[in-house]
T-cell receptor
């Protein structure tokens, strides 16, 4: 079983809609969770980090964490074409990150 | 200027050649990492270093070696390159203080081994 699993997509949403990206992880001791955005051919860019159960909002982005269910999600409200990218979920159980394979998101104008 | 830089940005080499990829950072972070990224496989950790005297193997260290020359510099070497090491390589940094370990990535090096 992979440490971190994401729906590979591709996920397509119309401009202005909510995009929902999901991630599950296997290591129960994980305490830190991250979402990165990666444009094609570019490096991953940190967009959200979350450490406690519940929701964390930053602009149009909301991260949701449920440690009991080992589940973390990212909601993107009012999706824009510039949000079209691959979104990587990362989990830190202690000393190193484990990344999911990413979900490709396309926002259709 | 970028906080995390990698050189070279692109490299084409031949099977059996030794190659070094370099990473420098001005963020003042103590932790540094090397990842490779292959299509469909996500990011895989090669090596990581928590300070100059601390080097650790990641998931896929075979065929690679590293050197932490200073807090700001972390190099990755392929002793004898092979075609399946063709990939996009990223360096990342983080700081241990605060406990959150957010990692920040360099621009990447695209390596092709013929």
């Amino acid at each position: 079983q992979k440490e971190v699993e994401q729906n590979s997509g591709p996920l397509s949403v119309p401009e202005g809609a909510i995009a929902s990206l999901n991630c599950t992880y296997s290591d129960r001791v994980s305490q830190s969770f991250f979402w990165y955005r990666q444009y094609s051919g570019k490096s991953p860019e940190l967009i959200m980090s979350i450490y406690s159960n519940g929701d964390k909002e930053d602009g149009r982005f909301t991260a949701q964490l449920n440690k009991a269910s080992q589940y973390v999600s990212l909601l993107i409200r009012d999706s824009q074409p510039s949000d079209s990218a691959t979104y990587l979920c990362a989990v830190d159980p202690g000393n190193q990150f484990y990344f999911g394979t990413g979900t490709s998101l396309t926002v259709i104008p | 200027d970028a906080d995390v830089t990698q050189t070279p940005r692109n490299r084409i080499t031949k099977t059996g050649k030794r190659i070094m990829l370099e990473c420098s950072q001005t963020k003042g972070h103590d932790r540094m990492y090397w990842y490779r990224q292959d299509p469909g496989l996500g990011l895989q950790l090669i090596y990581y270093s928590f300070d100059v005297k601390d080097i650790n193997k990641g998931e896929i260290s075979d065929g690679y070696s590293v050197s932490r020359q200073a807090q700001a510099k972390f190099s990755l070497s392929l002793e004898s390159a092979i075609p399946n090491q063709t990939a996009l390589y990223f360096c990342a940094t983080s700081e241990s203080s605060g406990g959150y370990n957010e990692q920040f990535f360099g621009p990447g090096t695209r390596l092709t081994v013929l």
